[in-house]
């Protein structure tokens, strides 16, 4: 097996060559980690021809090896940009994918350069512009319409990765003995989140929710929809990291879309905007929506997958009864 590292430059130029994915003429300058991320390792590659980005998936998540990941994770992620790759609308806002390999699990993609993501929204001074609302809901509008399938089968069923994110959607963030101290994320919080966790009316309907999420459905979502797969290049807005893709419910993909837009605080003329230019935003179940758009707020604040949020603790009181009410009513 091999084992991506970014202190072993020698090993991937020798691990690159066998591959052909460098030729013998090129030779790296300089590995460095491509951007934030938690589950994956992910490294920006420099050669004297330009550059490209790798991406191993491992049995557990890398900011947190005692939590268990499936393996192969990255081969759906790629099984993605394969498959989207025959629309050129969706195509064009991705990454290409330009190799895989199978048994070590790593996959290269096309590098769209030292983007921002979209992750300063938490900082809570920035505005979302309605062109951006634009391109974002123009990804889902066509995603969603054009992979849609008459009869739901089990092709990028993903479910693995499915049973992770159920567990820190739908299930530890409500747990009262889950082991994690909110406090030390900020102190009151724990207290704030446990009327939340003892609370069976709310656990009942989220539970649902998770049977929803867990339902096969008609629509190819991306699956983890939030600015941090958003990133801000030179060529506009790019989509990536769609390793929590499958066939679902629209209304996933839309109602994480929205919570963060609501974690971020933005104003609601934005949100409404986002419902505005969703094309079958009527054909969507509504209470389905609200609560996916509650519980992504709530797991957000009270669960393991922490935004650098820089709210007070009275803005996420105030965010916890809002997604309260979303779920509930
Ligand atoms: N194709 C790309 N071009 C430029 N930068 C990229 C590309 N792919 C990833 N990055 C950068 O690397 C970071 C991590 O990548 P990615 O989100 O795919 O990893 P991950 O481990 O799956 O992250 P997460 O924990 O959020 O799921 C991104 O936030 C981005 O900054
Ligand atoms: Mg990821």
Same mark, same amino acid.
């Given at each position: 097996m091999f084992i991506l590292d970014a202190n072993a430059q020698h090993e991937l130029a020798h691990y690159l060559t066998e591959k052909q994915w460098l030729s013998p003429e090129d030779a790296i300058i300089s590995l460095s980690k491509a951007g934030q991320g938690n589950m994956n390792y992910v490294l920006r590659v420099t050669t004297n021809q330009g550059s490209f980005i790798i991406k191993q998936s491992r049995g557990y998540v890398e900011k947190y090896p005692q939590i268990k990941a499936p393996e192969k994770r990255v081969l759906t992620e790629a099984a993605f940009y394969a498959k989207i790759g025959t629309v050129e609308r969706i195509k064009k806002r991705m990454p290409e994918l330009?190799?895989? !390999?199978v048994s070590n699990n790593i996959m290269i993609l096309e590098d769209l350069g030292q983007a921002n993501d979209f992750n300063s929204l938490y900082d809570l001074n920035k505005v979302v512009s309605e062109n951006e609302i634009s391109v974002l809901v123009s990804y889902l509008n066509v995603l969603h319409q054009q992979f849609s399938k008459v009869k739901a089968d089990d092709e990028l069923d993903n479910l693995e990765m499915r049973k992770l994110n159920y567990e820190h959607i739908f299930n530890y963030p409500f747990l009262?003995?889950?082991?994690? !101290?909110l406090d030390t994320i900020q102190e009151g919080l724990q207290t704030l989140a446990i009327q939340y966790k003892k609370d069976a009316f709310l656990k009942e309907k989220i539970e649902l929710l998770g049977e929803f999420y867990m339902t096969k459905g008609h629509y190819l979502l991306h699956g983890d929809y939030y600015p941090g797969s958003w990133l801000q290049t030179t060529d506009g807005i790019k989509i990536i990291d769609p390793e929590f893709c499958y066939y679902g419910l629209r209304e996933f993909d839309l109602g994480v879309f929205i919570a963060h837009l609501y974690l971020s605080n933005q104003s609601q003329n934005i949100i409404d905007k986002v419902k505005l230019d969703y094309y079958d935003f009527q054909d969507l179940d509504g209470s389905i929506l609200n609560g996916f758009i509650g519980v992504e707020i709530m797991r957000r604040l009270i669960g393991l997958a922490q935004l650098p949020l820089q709210s007070n603790l009275n803005d996420k009181k105030r965010l916890l009864e809002l997604a309260y009410k979303l779920i509930t009513n």
């Amino acid at each position: 097996m091999f084992i991506l590292d970014a202190n072993a430059q020698h090993e991937l130029a020798h691990y690159l060559t066998e591959k052909q994915w460098l030729s013998p003429e090129d030779a790296i300058i300089s590995l460095s980690k491509a951007g934030q991320g938690n589950m994956n390792y992910v490294l920006r590659v420099t050669t004297n021809q330009g550059s490209f980005i790798i991406k191993q998936s491992r049995g557990y998540v890398e900011k947190y090896p005692q939590i268990k990941a499936p393996e192969k994770r990255v081969l759906t992620e790629a099984a993605f940009y394969a498959k989207i790759g025959t629309v050129e609308r969706i195509k064009k806002r991705m990454p290409e994918l330009l190799g895989l !390999d199978v048994s070590n699990n790593i996959m290269i993609l096309e590098d769209l350069g030292q983007a921002n993501d979209f992750n300063s929204l938490y900082d809570l001074n920035k505005v979302v512009s309605e062109n951006e609302i634009s391109v974002l809901v123009s990804y889902l509008n066509v995603l969603h319409q054009q992979f849609s399938k008459v009869k739901a089968d089990d092709e990028l069923d993903n479910l693995e990765m499915r049973k992770l994110n159920y567990e820190h959607i739908f299930n530890y963030p409500f747990l009262e003995d889950n082991g994690f !101290d909110l406090d030390t994320i900020q102190e009151g919080l724990q207290t704030l989140a446990i009327q939340y966790k003892k609370d069976a009316f709310l656990k009942e309907k989220i539970e649902l929710l998770g049977e929803f999420y867990m339902t096969k459905g008609h629509y190819l979502l991306h699956g983890d929809y939030y600015p941090g797969s958003w990133l801000q290049t030179t060529d506009g807005i790019k989509i990536i990291d769609p390793e929590f893709c499958y066939y679902g419910l629209r209304e996933f993909d839309l109602g994480v879309f929205i919570a963060h837009l609501y974690l971020s605080n933005q104003s609601q003329n934005i949100i409404d905007k986002v419902k505005l230019d969703y094309y079958d935003f009527q054909d969507l179940d509504g209470s389905i929506l609200n609560g996916f758009i509650g519980v992504e707020i709530m797991r957000r604040l009270i669960g393991l997958a922490q935004l650098p949020l820089q709210s007070n603790l009275n803005d996420k009181k105030r965010l916890l009864e809002l997604a309260y009410k979303l779920i509930t009513n």
